[in-house]
Structure formats: C-alpha cells, structure tokens
C-alpha cells in the first residue's frame, strides 16, 4: 500500500476527442507512463471531461484507490454497477451527459461512504434521483440545468450539506424539510417556477447566499430575516414588488364584519348571554392590524400589501404584511404631505426592522 500511496498518478485527458474510455493499457501509454511500474492501483485522480465517451466501461473497478472522479460533458446515459467499487471516491463530476434517474444502478445511494461532491447537473431528469438522498456524506450537491419538477422530503437526509444547487429547473416550491439541511451555507434555486418560499428556511442559521432571480415570487417569507448570517441576496426579475404594489386587493368589509370591527375598537362588552355563540366565535377571530398607529382589527377583509423591511442602507427587502384597511397603506392616504407620508410608511414597519442583520448583508440584487 505505501508503493501505491507513493506513486500517485493523475489521469488528465480533457479534449481529446475520446469516444471510449481507454482500456488500462492504452491509458499509461497514452500517459508516458510504463505499464511495469504502474498500474490502475495508483490512479487517483481520472479527469476525462469534454470528450464524446458514450460509456463506462466495466474495467472501471480496476480504479479502487480514485478519489475524484471528472467524466462531465460527454455522452454518457448509463452507469455501470462496476462503478460502485470506488469506495474511495469523494468528488464526482457527471454533469452534461444524458443521464436519467432510470440510469442509476442498485445501490448506488449506499455504496460511496466518503462522497463529498457530486455534481449532476445538465442531464436530463425530469425527477429528482431518489439514489441522491442516501448519500449521507455529501456536502456540495449540484444537480441544476435539468427539468426536476419536485424535491422529495427525503432531501432532510442528506445533513451534511453546505452547498445545494437546485437552479435552473421546474420547481414550483421546494419542500419544507429543506430548512433542516442546517449546515447549508449556499442555495441555489434561481431560474425555476418558485411562487413561495417555506417559513422553515429561517432555520438556516448559517446561510451566506441565496439566489431566487428568476422565479415566480410575489413576496417572502417574514421568518427570512431571521437568516443572520445572510451576506448575499439575489431578487432579480421577479414579480414580487411590482406585482403587490400595482395590484394590491382589497373587498370592502361586511355589515357583519363592520359590525365586529366596531364591537371590538370600542372594547364593547360581550357574552354568549347576550348574543349567539356563533358571533362570540367570530369576534373571537379578529387580528390586528400591522399598521403600530393604528388600533383597529379586522377579521375576513383585510389589505394585502407589501413591508419594505431595510437590510442594509441602500436596498430594502419586500415582505407580506396585512393592514385593516386601505387607509393604513400611506400610498392611500389622502391629502398627506409627503413628509407625513414618510411618517406613515415608517409606522407599518414592526419591530422586526430592528432585528435586520445591516452590517452582514453585502449584495441584494433586486434587478
């Protein structure tokens, strides 16, 4: 074993136009190296990127002591059962192949107990490879440029992650056991279908970087920031601040809700002794609304509008807030001076302004 450790061989073969992988005789001579001294013991590193190869042959077991692995933009739709001999291996480069979740072979999830990185990108799933969510000991996992349609909750397992590249799919949301991935400190989940984010993502703690340019947002989660350690933000080309400020929507209360509303401003005294227990349930509904001036409630009918919340001195950070009324959005108010009008967008803002990380974000880009 010391022999092998000591003679270490790189196999480096990028764009050489190689439509196999070279049988063990032909790869040292195509290295300059003599068989009789080496052979495929010492390989520890294979980097055949950006060739034509359509497959891997089953003389890749030979490669026990491979420890990364570089096979990406070529053609290859299969992998081989003989791939799992290298038990050894820690990086797995495969991106820009052909290959589908049907190309996975048994046991591929449990048989690379030192994998750290695998890079799965620019292939053709339409799923996610449910394989990918048994190996435990990845921490980078880029799987982007494909057209994966769902994350499945299964995705918790994988707890050592620190870098997860989701980017460039189908995804219309991502699952809420995400938020337990809590080593997480870069995600990636830009140029998919994203409409909302889950609230569980503030259990992030150490996450520095998130892209969501190019989805489908209208609004984020409040909980977002909660992220503390968030240095780099990514909004761009989404809907979510012309969308809620261009089309915020209001329905003018009910008598019945006018009536609770009035009940409950006045601080009227009631009992299920005086009117039905069905109203006292219904009164008991009421929320307040988000605007700290005013006192007022509300219960079916409210406005949905849009907190900038600042994060750092030159971008604010759009999110969901309710208001009782239109008049408590300062865009509505009439006959305000612009200096009132100042005054009465900063009083929707709720103590959570004050929780903004403002020395720790560096980059939001709102496009």
């Not at 480096?12 to 003599?34: E, I, T």
């Not at 589908?100 to 620019?122: D, Q, V």
């Not at 069905?278 to 509008?305: I, M, P, W």
């Not at 959005?329 to 403002?358: I, Q, R």
């Amino acid at each position: 074993m010391d022999e092998v450790i000591e003679k270490k061989v790189t196999v480096s073969l990028v764009r050489k136009g190689l439509k196999h992988f070279p049988p063990n005789n032909d790869l040292f001579r195509l290295l300059g190296l003599p068989q009789i001294e080496y052979n495929s013991e010492h390989v520890v590193d294979i980097d055949m990127s950006r060739n034509v190869i359509t497959h891997i042959p089953k003389s890749i077991d030979d490669f026990v002591n491979v420890v990364s692995l570089d096979l990406s933009n070529n053609q290859i739709s299969n992998l081989p059962p003989e791939l799992l001999s290298l038990q050894k291996l820690k990086s797995f480069n495969c991106k820009n192949n052909r290959l589908t979740c049907a190309s996975f072979p048994k046991e591929f999830g449990k048989s690379f107990p030192l994998l750290e990185s695998l890079n799965l990108g620019g292939n053709l799933f339409i799923n996610f490879p449910s394989e990918v969510t048994e190996i435990t000991s990845l921490q980078e996992l880029l799987i982007g440029a494909n057209r994966i349609r769902d994350v499945p909750p299964e995705i918790e397992n994988l707890q050592r992650l620190q870098y997860l590249y989701l980017g460039g799919n189908h995804l219309p949301r991502i699952p809420v056991e995400v938020g337990s991935l809590t080593k997480l400190r870069s995600l990636v989940l830009c140029d998919n279908k994203l409409t909302e984010l889950p609230a569980e993502l503030e259990q992030l703690k150490q996450l520095s970087s998130l892209s969501l340019h190019n989805n489908l947002l209208t609004t984020l989660p409040p909980e977002i920031i909660k992220l503390t350690n968030l240095r780099e933000l990514s909004l761009r080309k989404n809907p979510l601040v012309v969308r809620f400020v261009r089309d915020m929507m209001w329905e003018p209360p009910s008598l019945l809700e006018l009536a609770a509303r009035t009940i409950k401003n006045q601080a009227v005294p009631f009992s299920g002794q005086v009117i039905p227990s069905s109203l006292v349930r219904y009164l008991e509904t009421a929320c307040h609304c988000l605007n700290l001036k005013c006192q007022g409630v509300y219960f079916d009918s409210h406005v949905e509008t849009v907190k900038f919340v600042d994060f750092c001195g030159k971008y604010r950070l759009p999110l969901m807030q309710y208001l009782c009324s239109p008049k408590c959005y300062s865009p509505y108010s009439s006959g305000s001076s612009s200096s009132s009008s100042s005054s009465s967008s900063s009083d929707t803002d709720s103590d959570e302004d004050n929780m903004v990380p403002n020395n720790k974000l560096k980059k939001v880009l709102l496009g």
